[in-house]
């Protein structure tokens, strides 16, 4: 049988000076994605005749 697991475990963690960075590159990330989904998305009519049009038409 294995010994049981530690009851305290070792927790590393990212300096507070690279905490901007790691945020900012993150919101720069998802903006894109969104950015890009939007761009790619399809002109669509939905529900009681709601159309929502392509960022692509726009640009």
Known sequence: MPPP?????????????YLDDA???TVEAVEEAVISSMY???????R?????????EFL
């Open 5 to 17: 697991p530690p009851l305290v475990a070792e927790v590393k963690t990212l300096s507070e000076a």
């Open 23 to 25: 945020f900012e590159a």
């Open 40 to 46: 790619h998305a399809k002109t669509t009519t939905g």
């Open 48 to 56: 009681n005749g709601l159309t929502v049009h392509s960022l692509k």
